[in-house]
């Protein structure tokens, strides 16, 4: 499974963009990267996933480099109640019983502290 | 996306004893998986269920301390037994809805369970 590696904290100015990197150096061609975020006490919530492009949705946008080899999410206007653990995770592909199905393998993610 | 109840939601139970945690799903899915959180620590993958077929266990998880059950499409449990203090954790169920629309949506999870074993 491929691994991810990101940075144990970051801070950021309420109001301003937080950008979140990751490297997946180990990625493969069908493999997705998926973001998650986790606030206290709560389940992870899904925030956005891509493959190859740049996605953009109501939350946040995904930057994935050319060789797939690293990715960014960006939260445009961070809001104290951004601050949470970020997750970069790659699906890899498995199999269980003849179905094949993808499995998240969770890191230690970014926890992002967004300050007034 | 699906929604997920789980309960229960949290529990305080004696060393040596089990509890079964369950996971109900408001629409069909595929596969389910159990996750564990140790207290600090990210998530761990137990195991992955699919109906009708043994679940899939992950290095270092055996069936005999964390048995699943998965006897629908929108239903599971994962039993927690003869617990000690190490098995203190948030246990997550989480969805797949399907190749294609797992790629729409990501996954879902339950807001977990959290257990205490004293």
């Known amino acids: 499974d491929a691994k991810t590696t990101q940075p144990p904290s970051m801070d950021c100015a309420e109001g301003r963009a937080a950008n979140l990197p990751c490297n997946h150096s180990?990625?493969?061609?069908?493999?997705?990267v998926y973001w998650y975020r986790q606030i206290h006490s709560q389940g992870p919530q899904y925030i956005i996933h891509?493959?190859?492009n740049n996605e953009t949705n109501e939350m946040a946008s995904l930057i994935i480099t050319e060789d797939r080899k690293s990715s960014t999410l960006i939260l445009p206007h961070a809001t104290l109640r951004d601050t949470a653990v970020y997750y970069c995770?790659?699906?890899?592909?498995?199999?269980?019983?003849?179905?094949?199905?993808?499995?998240?393998?969770f890191g230690q993610g970014t926890i992002l502290t967004v300050h007034p | 996306s699906a929604v997920i109840s789980q309960k229960p939601s949290r529990d305080i139970c004696q060393r040596g004893t089990s509890l079964t945690i369950q996971c109900q799903v408001d629409s069909q899915v595929t596969m389910m998986f159990w996750y564990r959180q140790q207290p600090g620590q990210s998530l761990t993958l137990i195991a992955t269920a699919n109906q009708g077929s043994e679940a899939t266990y992950e290095s270092g998880f055996v069936i005999d301390k964390f048995p699943i059950s998965r006897p629908n499409l929108t239903f599971s449990t994962l039993t927690v037994s003869n617990m000690s203090p190490e098995d203190s954790s948030i246990y997550l169920c989480?969805?797949?809805?399907?190749?294609?629309?797992?790629?729409?949506?990501?996954?879902?999870f339950g807001s977990g369970t959290r257990l205490t074993v004293v």
């Open positions: 180990t990625i493969s061609g069908n493999e997705y």
């Open positions: 891509g493959l190859k």
């Open positions: 989480s969805v797949e809805a399907g190749r294609g629309r797992a790629s729409d949506y990501g996954y879902t």
């Open positions: 995770i790659v699906r890899s592909d498995s199999n269980a019983g003849g179905t094949s199905y993808g499995k998240l393998t």
